[in-house]
């Protein structure tokens, strides 16, 4: 029986295991120390400009809105990540960009450990640098992630082991959560930050061993669209790289798309979250540790949909119908809030998207990139979660901000907003699982 159950939610054979545990682990440490930064980052800038609105043109902006300002902060150093990133790809072996970037965030660890229980009086500027680098850490160490692991496995490995991949993350997302609710009130946050640079260290390592293990040797270039010269060039701008393998491809475009509609509208959702805690919470520690809960609860459901859903979907049924699981979900959710907008039903909304994105949608989405190129895995890819992510957060701001600050309007109409959204993410899932079905387990990328 126990084989029986294995075989329908892990199907993992004997030789995959090293490298499903492995990967399991590098993605563990690598949301543990997201979900540390995230409810610092949140309470940091709620609590600094609750207590100083910023008073802008028109608009007296408290700290849930001044947030949506450092989102747009956060695409344009987005733009220069991707910049960097792609130099770095055309240059070293994949290990290495890991470890660069390990060294980097590390520096800005100790960097902001001096200073982040007392962030408010070093003044805006570090307010905004620390919400900054917690929201560039899952810009950058996310995608380098899901890249490698694309790059070596297979679209059916991916359908097989990927839960139990993501299952890593949801635990370290549920791990990292409860540091934070447990110890922020009682330790500060300098300790959990200085914490950070031991599981930093191990990522580095486990990119090297999982190197070394693998072995992934360059894939023949193939062309991820009709018209694309099939001949290597790097010669072009960093910048544009990937923004140019994206606009060349239907199916890349897609992908883009469909994470750009999630990513406004969970905008929205942390949006209505945030606005909802800085009006019935008033303690500075005590928000930190409200978002800290609800990120308990929010790995609380990712683990449980990991461990019972995801693989046993998308081996079952399919990556499409695995996509469609958070879009449903927030429906619900988004107007069971329009009907009671407090804290707990909020709180909900917030949970349930998280919890599905971390789990069965994210395994899903990354399963896209499996029967493309390498070129659409690395360069493509970094430009879709680096920028578009950013860029789509920043259309979600001018919505909040334009409705909320400009319209006066209270935040539970923005769900009117998200209800329109899904309906194009809809459509976009039954092309994307289309196209993915007919191309898994052919050796030519996605053309269209």
């Known amino acids: 029986m126990l084989t029986r159950l294995r075989k329908r939610f892990f199907d993992i054979r004997p030789g995959e295991w090293p490298r499903a545990l492995g990967l399991s682990l590098y993605f563990f440490l690598v949301i543990g120390i997201f979900w540390i930064l995230k409810p610092m980052k949140r309470g940091v800038i709620v609590n600094y400009f609750g207590e100083r609105p910023i008073d802008l043109w028109l608009m007296t902006l408290g700290g849930a809105q001044a947030e949506q300002l450092g989102k747009v902060l956060n695409m344009v150093v987005a733009f220069a990540v991707v910049a960097l990133f792609t130099w770095l790809v055309r240059r070293m072996a994949r290990h290495y960009v890991v470890l660069v970037f390990s060294l980097l965030f590390g520096g800005l660890f100790v960097l902001f450990g001096g200073i982040v229980d007392n962030i408010g009086v070093a003044g805006p500027l570090s307010v905004w640098s620390f919400y900054v680098m917690g929201d560039i850490w899952t810009t950058v160490m996310v995608p380098i992630f899901w890249a490698l692991v694309n790059d070596i496995n297979s679209a059916d490995e991916a359908e097989r082991l990927y839960g139990v991949i993501g299952l890593g993350g949801v635990v370290g997302g549920f791990v990292g959560s409860s540091i934070v609710a447990g110890l922020v009130e009682t330790v500060g946050r300098e300790p959990l930050l200085y914490a950070c640079l031991v599981p930093l260290a191990a990522i580095a390592g486990i990119a090297f061993w999982i190197h070394r293990r693998e072995h992934p040797e360059p894939q023949t270039r193939q062309p991820c669209c009709p018209d694309e010269d099939p001949v290597r060039d790097d010669s072009g701008s960093v910048f544009l790289e990937g923004a140019r393998l994206v606009a060349g491809s239907r199916y890349l475009l ?12 969970s905008n929205v959702v942390d949006f209505q979250l945030s606005a909802v805690i800085e009006q019935q919470i008033q303690s500075s520690t005590a ?12 790995s609380a459901v990712s683990i449980l949909v990991q461990l019972f859903l995801t693989s046993y979907v998308m081996k079952r049924h399919g990556v499409k119908v695995a996509l469609f699981f958070l879009p449903v979900a927030l429906l619900a959710g988004t107007m069971g809030f329009l009907v009671a907008p407090t804290l707990l039903f909020v709180g909900l909304m917030s949970v349930s998207d998280n919890g599905l994105n971390y789990s069965i949608n994210q395994s899903a989405r990354e399963a896209l990139y499996t029967p493309t ?9 970094a430009f879709i979660d680096m920028f578009i ?22 935040v539970r109409w923005l769900s009117l907003v998200v209800l329109g959204l899904i309906v194009g993410w809809a459509v976009l899932i039954h092309y994307l699982g289309d196209a993915f079905e007919e191309q898994k387990g052919e050796d030519a990328p996605v053309l269209a």
């Open 254 to 265: 897609g992908i883009a798309a469909l994470l750009a509609i999630y990513e406004m509208t």
């Open 287 to 298: 928000r930190d540790q409200a978002f800290g809960i609800i990120g308990q609860a929010t």
């Open 373 to 381: 190129s390498q070129d659409a895995k690395y360069k493509a890819k």
């Open 389 to 410: 992510q950013r860029a789509a957060k920043v259309l979600a701001v001018v919505l909040n901000l334009g409705l909320t600050a400009v319209a006066f309007l209270e």
